[in-house]
Structure formats: C-alpha cells, structure tokens
C-alpha cells in the first residue's frame, strides 16, 4: 500500500510557474507509476501526465504538452509537475495517484491509490 500527499499549490497568474509535489509513503514507492489528475468545479477528473516506474516513460495530455513535466526521484519518493505558461483553463484541484500497472493507462479508474489535493488557480 502507498500513501500519497500533494502539496505546493497556490494563486498564480497567468504565464507563471509552479511545481507541485506528490509524496509517497510505504513500501516499494518504485513499483508504482504514477499519475497526475485535475478536476475543475462541475468537471470530471481528467487526465494530466503520467510516469512510469523508473520514470522513463511519460506521457501528456495534448492541452498541456511542451508546458508541463512529470518527474520523480524514487529515493526521495517524490513525484513532482513542473508547471510552466500556465493558462487560466489549468485552474483545478491536482491529484496524484498510483498504480502498480506498468502499462497504466490514462483512466480514473486503473488507478489504486489517490492523494487528497492541492488546489491551483491561475488569475488571468
């Protein structure tokens, strides 16, 4: 089992960055990949990145690829989102989560594990 806890959210304006944090605990952070996620008031959850075990393979939704990164360091088990030209549309609640799939795909529902949430908003 892993527990996940993201912070670094925050009131940014429009263009800035920010990076958010995931922190696991538990055993075994590595044998998770890791999954980034954002809802917005009367949205569903979407799909953001993702990174797999070791943290060579990512992959981005199309509206935030070439301004977003998904990292992780497994030692530090941390996963971050380098967050850069950030867009009023980016205003939601982040969330991570884990899958001990490889091959996870982008849906809710193939992840186990979920964090609580760290609020961003972007002002135009």
């Known amino acids: 089992q892993v527990q996940l806890v993201e912070s670094g959210g925050g009131l940014v304006q429009a263009g800035d960055s920010l990076t958010i944090s995931c922190a696991a605990s538990?055993?075994?952070?590595?044998?998770?990949?890791v999954g980034w996620f954002r809802q917005a008031p009367g949205k569903e959850r979407e799909f953001v990145a993702r990174?797999?075990?070791?943290?060579?393979?990512?992959d981005y939704t199309d509206s935030v690829k070439g301004r977003f990164t998904i990292a992780r360091v497994n030692a530090k088990n941390t996963v971050w989102l380098l967050m850069n030209s950030l867009k009023p549309e980016d205003t939601a609640v982040y969330y991570c989560?884990?899958?001990?799939?490889?091959?996870?795909?982008?849906?809710?529902?193939?992840?186990?594990?979920w964090g609580q949430g760290t609020q961003v908003t972007v002002s135009s």
């Open positions: 989560a884990a899958s001990q799939q490889e091959g996870v795909s982008r849906k809710v529902s193939e992840y186990d594990y």
């Open positions: 538990g055993r075994a952070f590595s044998s998770y990949a």
């Open positions: 990174i797999g075990r070791v943290g060579h393979r990512t």
